[in-house]
Nanobody, 119 residues
Framework: QVQLVESGGGLVQAGGSLRLSCTASGSTFSSYNMAWFRQTPGKEREFVAFINRSNGGTGHAASVRGRFTISRDNAKNTVYLQMNGLKPEDTAVYYC????????????WGQGTQVTVSS
C-alpha cells in the first residue's frame, strides 16, 4: 500500500492556473501508475489524467486535453497536475490515485484537494 497526500488546491478566477501535487509514501513510488480524478457533489467520479510508471506515457480526458498536463518526479515521489485555462466547470475535489501493474483498478487514493474556479 502507498499513502497519497494531495496539495495545491484553492480558489482561482476563470482563465487562471493551479498546480496540484500528490506526494506518495510507504512504498516504491516508481512502481505505481498514477492518475488524477475529480468529483463534484452528486456526480460520479471522473477520470482526468493518467501517467504510466514505466515510460511516462500519459493520457488526458477530452474535457481537459490541451489545458491540463500530468507529470511525475520519481525522485520526489510526486505526481503533478498543471491546470491552465481553468473554467468554472473544472470546480471539483481532485484526487490522486495509484495502481500497481498487478491491479486492474486504482486502489490507493488520497484525501482530495478542493479546486474552485470563479467566473
Amino acid at each position: 500500500q502507498v499513502q497519497l497526500v494531495e496539495s495545491g488546491g484553492g480558489l482561482v478566477q476563470a482563465g487562471g492556473s493551479l498546480r496540484l501535487s500528490c506526494t506518495a509514501s510507504g512504498s516504491t513510488f516508481s512502481s505505481y501508475n498514477m492518475a488524477w480524478f475529480r468529483q463534484t457533489p452528486g456526480k460520479e467520479r471522473e477520470f482526468v489524467a493518467f501517467i504510466n510508471r514505466s515510460n511516462g506515457g500519459t493520457g488526458h480526458a477530452a474535457s481537459v486535453r490541451g489545458r491540463f498536463t500530468i507529470s511525475r518526479d520519481n525522485a520526489k515521489n510526486t505526481v503533478y497536475l498543471q491546470m491552465n485555462g481553468l473554467k468554472p466547470e473544472d470546480t471539483a475535489v481532485y484526487y490522486c490515485a495509484a495502481r500497481g501493474d498487478d491491479k486492474s483498478e486504482f486502489d490507493n487514493w488520497g484525501q482530495g484537494t478542493q479546486v474552485t474556479v470563479s467566473s
